[in-house]
């Protein structure tokens, strides 16, 4: 069987320094306390499963700004509200050989989800369908403590 980091190769930068990278992850839920979830295209990393979104934040950037830049590319929705929740780790794994610190945050937005090429999809995941949603990267874990 073949390693995670040969099916995803690691970048140089990543592989050198072999440290945790810092992710931000939006939990934005609706007036019916579902959460939005995006379907990771199929040739991506954890292809066709599932996900909050959210990514890395880059260096010089502040964890509220790479959260609305990420929110606004990966769904062309607007943060108008964050509140922070918790933070988990995410060590590397099949989904993928990463290390990444996830910082989890409430969202509210407005706008309508347009999704960017990561994605294939979207849905409004509720607590009873958790376990119905292949989730990638541990944002299962996330999920249940944010609605334990």
Known sequence: MASAESVFPIRDSEAASRRPSLAVRA????????VLVLRRRPD??????????????????????????ELREETGLTCDAITFLFYQD???GPDAPL??????????????????PESSEFAWMGREEL?????AFGHDEGMREYWR
């Open 131 to 135: 376990d119905s949603f292949a989730l």
């Open 99 to 116: 290390h990444f610190v996830n910082l989890y945050f409430e969202c509210r937005a407005s706008g309508e989800v347009a999704l960017n």
């Open 27 to 34: 939990i934005i839920p609706d007036a019916a306390e579902r």
């Open 44 to 69: 991506s990393m954890a292809g066709g499963r599932w996900c909050l979104p959210g990514g890395k934040v880059e260096f010089g950037e502040t964890t509220r700004g790479a959260l609305e830049k």
């Open 90 to 92: 995410s060590l590397p």
